[in-house]
Structure formats: structure tokens, C-alpha cells
């Protein structure tokens, strides 16, 4: 069975750094896109960042750009997301995505087309 396990989380001042790890298991993992979703208290789960199993294609939600970095190590199937300049606003619980098509990269942002997920991590910016 899939499983996707993040850790990184954590508590850290505004402008500061957190990198984000995603370990997964029970799929060929360099043929599925992986995302990163996000969601605050009171808040629907909203999309960071979507990369392509090979690694050659990424997006990222306008909120983000430039701050954040989504990367993948296939021969490690580890999923990472490097997170610069942090805001408060950025306080949520982060959760990796495994898409439900194989070899696919279509509409990275939408959550539907995510099959598996993990138990989320929490981030906290402190302003």
C-alpha cells in the first residue's frame, strides 16, 4: 500500500526557513506527480506546489512563488519542499499528494487529482 510520510514542521520567526520532507512507499514513485497542499485553521486545503514524476515540470500558487522550491529525489522517493521568507500567513498544516494517474501531469493544482496523502506537518510563523 502507498504511504507518505512528511516531517520538517515546525516553529519558526518570520522571514525564516523550513524545508519540508515527504518519504514515500509502495509505488513506482518517478512515475507519479507529487503536490504540496496546505490548510489553516478554519481554512479549505489549498494548493503550494506540484511537481512532475520526473522532476522537469513544477507550479506553484501565486502566494508562494518565489519563496518556496518543490523538489524530488526519485532514487530516494523523498519529496522535499524548500520554504524561504516565511510568513505568518504560511502557518498551516502541510500535507504531500501522490497523483491518482500514472505518468500524468495534468491539472497539478486541483486536489482530486491526488490518490494518496499524507498525515500533514505542522508549520507555525511567528510574527
Known amino acids: 500500500q502507498v504511504q507518505l510520510v512528511e516531517s520538517g514542521g515546525g516553529l519558526v520567526q518570520t522571514g525564516g526557513s523550513l524545508r519540508l520532507s515527504c518519504a514515500a512507499s509502495?509505488?513506482?514513485?518517478?512515475?507519479?506527480?507529487m503536490a504540496w497542499f496546505r490548510q489553516a485553521p478554519g481554512k479549505e486545503r489549498e494548493f503550494v506546489a506540484a511537481?512532475?514524476?520526473?522532476?522537469?515540470?513544477?507550479d506553484y500558487a501565486d502566494s508562494v512563488k518565489g519563496r518556496f522550491t518543490i523538489s524530488r529525489i526519485n532514487t530516494k522517493n523523498t519529496l522535499y519542499l524548500q520554504m524561504n521568507s516565511l510568513k505568518p500567513e504560511d502557518t498551516a498544516v502541510y500535507y504531500c499528494?501522490?497523483?491518482?494517474?500514472?505518468?500524468?501531469?495534468?491539472?497539478?493544482?486541483?486536489?482530486?487529482?491526488?490518490?494518496?496523502w499524507g498525515q500533514g506537518t505542522q508549520v507555525t510563523v511567528s510574527s
Open positions: 499528494a501522490s497523483a491518482l494517474r500514472y505518468n500524468s501531469y495534468s491539472s497539478p493544482a486541483s486536489p482530486t487529482n491526488y490518490a494518496y
Open positions: 509502495g509505488r513506482t514513485f518517478s512515475s507519479y506527480a
Open positions: 511537481i512532475s514524476g520526473s522532476g522537469a515540470r513544477t
